[in-house]
């Protein structure tokens, strides 16, 4: 089964909204986890990334925090858009480098203007 | 970035009636490659792991003799579905393992839509 799993299956923002995705993981060996936004019909589209002897990192509108102590992953998008529209998956790399990345179930985020 | 390419797109078979999908790396080579399949409204679950030059390792749950994996060369895997019934229709994505970023990154394909009727 699955052992990432989110806490919304949907949020609804106002464009210019701050957008915050959470997300669960039960792994406590996983090092390594990554956002991945997929748009109807299309393959997951990296977002951002963070090894687990990291509890913050930055990108282009986005911030990924992680907090290893209760096992919980957010996606902070700032200044939501409705290009931002799509669903939205962490999964989790559990082993090593070279094993496949765990989904888990995602969260839809709607923007609207 | 790293390119994985998928083909085809989308495809509508007949029950009864086999398919192969092709996941190709474009510009760099990959010893590992992944496949998922996708229900609608639901998330990814891995199904095997592909390596090259030797058998693929199967997800529990996953039949192996149904879905066939092939990984003959650096840049390609390719995954039949046999014997294909409407219940097989879903969405196929695969990945492909590269150096990037700082770490080993997983790249993903466009997917595939299969349809069986």
């Known amino acids: 089964g699955e052992s990432v799993g989110l806490h919304l299956p949907t949020l609804s923002v106002q464009e210019g909204d701050n957008s915050i995705i959470n997300c669960a993981y039960s792994?406590?060996?996983?090092?390594?986890f990554i956002w991945y936004k997929q748009e109807s019909g299309k393959g997951p589209q990296f977002i951002i990334d963070?090894?687990?002897?990291?509890d913050k990192r930055q990108g282009q509108r986005v911030t990924v925090l992680l907090n290893k102590t209760v096992k919980h992953l957010s996606l902070q998008i700032a200044a939501t858009q409705p290009g931002d529209s799509a669903v939205y998956f962490c999964?989790?790399?559990?082993?090593?480098?070279?094993?496949?990345?765990?989904f888990g179930k995602g969260t839809t985020l709607s923007v609207s203007s | 970035g790293a390119v994985v390419s998928q083909h085809p797109s989308w495809v509508i078979c007949k029950s009864g009636t086999s398919v192969k999908i092709e996941c190709r790396s474009l510009?760099?080579?990959?010893?590992?490659m992944f496949w998922y399949r996708q229900f609608p409204k639901q998330s990814l679950m891995l199904m095997a792991t592909?390596?090259?030059?030797?058998?693929?390792t199967y997800e529990q749950g996953v039949e192996k003799d149904k879905f066939l994996i092939n990984h003959a060369s650096l840049t390609l895997s390719t995954l039949t579905v046999t014997s294909a019934h409407p219940e097989d229709s879903s969405f196929y994505i695969c990945?492909?393992?590269?150096w990037g970023r700082g770490e080993t990154e997983a790249f993903f394909g466009q997917g595939t839509r299969l349809t069986v009727v």
């Open positions: 990945s492909a393992l590269s």
């Open positions: 792994n406590s060996a996983s090092d390594y």
């Open positions: 963070i090894r687990s002897n990291m």
């Open positions: 999964a989790e790399r559990q082993d090593q480098a070279g094993t496949a990345l765990i």
């Open positions: 510009d760099f080579q990959a010893t590992t």
């Open positions: 592909s390596n090259e030059g030797s058998k693929a």
